[in-house]
């Protein structure tokens, strides 16, 4: 079984509205295989790579994990 993970981002209004018009364009796929679809889509077209994303998201739990080790 998958391990699900949640990532929570911040974005501009103008690609929550494109994010939106793209689900909605292809609502006749499945619920999770749009929103897969749409967030591939979105890392894709970002100038920032998704290595970037995880890379800040190991760093926060690094140092959580430092100060819970204090």
Known sequence: MKT?????????????????NFIENHAPLGFNEVIS???????????SPLNSYLSGLYDCTNNSQKMLDQ
């Open 37 to 47: 679809l749409a967030v591939s889509n979105f890392l894709t077209n970002q100038k």
């Open 4 to 20: 699900p993970i949640a990532l929570e981002v911040e974005i501009p209004e103008e690609t929550y509205v494109l994010l939106t």
